[in-house]
């Protein structure tokens, strides 16, 4: 077990590093973080509730940067790796499939630890210095470090099962394009799914919305709703505290759905041949 | 003596893609490779020594026979801990160094940091590239790429080393340098299976020759043994005989 943790362990070291030399993911971060600074002139232009709407602005950077580092740097690793054959060169090591696949994810998820930390924390630094620029009993009343904290924590959480999604489509079709356009379309029907339940809930009279509503419920086991992640809203405002069950409740779901899709990213790869 | 590699009644066909007929690849193919000896695969593009190499190496799967390698089947990862695999091309993250490469090697080997480095610094003096070992391998040239690529295969101390076109690549002094080489680790006592398009080495190199043809095993012995079952001077004319036999025979 030790020896197959150090197997993981190194090889996820280079993905590590790979990242982090790699020019367009430091051009990135640059990007991300003139975007976060611009939050302080963005502010200027809100008349009122400036907490919220600042507190929105940031979490939105974070999560483009990371939906970017996904679908730019996540999809582009694992495509490298099967097209330029330097999966080969890995599993030349007494590196099994298993281990390829899960040192990848955990790689690719301390990159983006360490990007959302860096952001996460600049964001903070942000929202403190716009309270302290304001009157903030009439503009900017709230702002909790440990709802804070819990919404970095969602945040990344989603972007955690997008990688897990990112690896399963990598090991079942080749190329970039395609995993690009797949795990695209799986954002989106994920995003979707809510809001066309939420529309057909507005039916019920119909008899024939209860079987729609079943199926999409059921539909949210493959395409989960990132939503019941997403708790920035409580970060700069008085909204009341949810129940702890309905905090733990999402981020065990999201633990299992990330579980079960590597484990069948796992499975894959164990049975593909790598031509 | 005990096989190192043991290939029986191998078949492998690569299945049908978008736009590819399904392709035979490998049709009952036997040989095996004992402990010490050195074995050449030859034959021309697409008569599958490649496949060969990736069926020893797990990268894909027999459709029918067995294959055992170094006692085991492919598919148990921790055996390859035991054997130095150079690709014919050099596939390496752009960003990496040879050096993080190597200590990547090191550590899924199980080898001691110490050790790693002892064993770095050995093979980059040796072949050469000990001052670039901080440069990104993008900027190697091909023929860079290949020797870090041996440096890699070699840090292990491998007892089976599986070359897929070592000389692929190398300027002329390359050439003699990892001719030299595994001239010397042959000599060392290490089992080697390599497949070469340049006939010359592999009559000076190798024990035994396994001539493929479009998936079949044409031959199988010592590279004297083909000349003379062809009546020629050299293994090259030999080697042309008997495909052009084949060829037209089909």
């Known amino acids: 077990m030790l020896s197959r943790l150090r197997r993981i362990r190194s090889l996820s070291r280079l993905i590590i590093i790979d990242g982090l030399r790699r020019h367009a993911l430091i051009g990135l971060i640059l990007f991300a973080l003139a975007g976060e600074i611009g939050g302080l002139l963005f502010f200027d232009f809100i008349p009122r509730d400036i907490g919220r709407a600042s507190n929105d602005f940031l979490f939105s950077i974070s999560w483009l940067t990371g939906f970017i580092f996904l679908l730019f740097h996540a999809v582009q690793v694992m495509a490298w790796d099967d097209e330029r054959r330097i999966l080969h060169t890995f599993l030349a090591r007494p590196i099994s499939r298993t281990e390829y696949v899960l040192a990848v994810f955990f790689g690719l998820a301390a990159l983006l630890l360490a990007l959302n930390t860096v952001l996460g924390g600049i964001g903070w630094g942000m929202l403190n210095l716009i309270r302290s620029s304001v009157d903030a009993a009439s503009y900017f009343q709230h702002l909790s470090l440990p709802f804070f904290l819990l919404a970095s924590a969602g945040l990344y959480g989603i972007e955690l099962m997008l990688l897990a999604i990112i690896l399963f489509f990598s090991g079942a079709v080749r190329g970039n394009f395609p995993v690009l356009l797949l795990s695209l379309s799986y954002y989106f029907i994920c995003s979707g799914l809510p809001v066309v339940r939420q529309a057909i809930r507005q039916q019920t009279a119909h008899p024939a919305s209860q079987y729609v509503e079943t199926l999409l419920k059921g539909l949210t086991a493959l395409f989960p709703d990132f939503s019941r992640l997403d708790f920035k809203t409580l970060v700069a405002s008085s909204d009341p505290v949810p129940a702890l069950s309905q905090i733990v409740y999402p981020f065990a779901l999201s633990s299992v759905y990330v579980l079960i899709v590597l484990w069948l990213a796992c499975a894959i790869y164990q049975r593909r041949d790598l031509e | ?250």
């Open chain 2, 1 to 250: 003596m005990n096989s190192v590699i043991f290939f029986e009644n191998v078949s492998k066909t690569y299945a049908k893609q978008l736009g590819v007929l399904s392709q035979l690849a490998l049709a009952d193919v036997s040989f095996s490779l004992a402990q010490g000896g050195t074995i050449g695969l030859i034959g021309a593009n697409g008569a599958g020594k490649s496949t060969c190499i990736k069926l020893l190496m797990d990268f894909i799967r027999p459709d029918s026979g067995s294959i055992s390698i170094l006692g085991t089947s492919p598919k148990n990862s921790a055996i390859r801990s035991r054997v130095g695999y150079l690709p014919e091309t050099a596939n390496f993250p752009a960003n990496l160094t040879v050096l993080d490469m190597l200590r990547f090697t090191g550590g899924t080997c199980n080898l001691p940091p110490q050790d790693i480095r002892v064993a770095s610094e050995k093979w980059l003096c040796c072949l050469g590239l000990w001052d670039a070992r901080k440069r990104p391998l993008r900027n190697f040239s091909k023929g860079m790429q290949q020797r870090a690529n041996f440096a890699i295969a070699l840090l292990n101390d491998p007892d089976l080393l599986i070359l897929d076109e070592p000389m692929s690549g190398l300027d002329p002094i390359g050439r003699v340098m990892i001719s030299d080489l595994i001239q010397q680790l042959k000599d060392a006592g290490k089992t080697i299976l390599f497949c070469s398009h340049i006939l010359e080495d592999v009559d000076r190199l190798v024990d035994n020759i396994l001539l493929l043809h479009k998936g079949k095993k044409l031959f199988y012995g010592p590279p004297a043994d083909l000349a003379v079952q062809e009546q020629k001077t050299s293994i090259a004319e030999a080697f042309v005989s008997m495909v052009q036999k084949e060829e037209s025979h089909a």
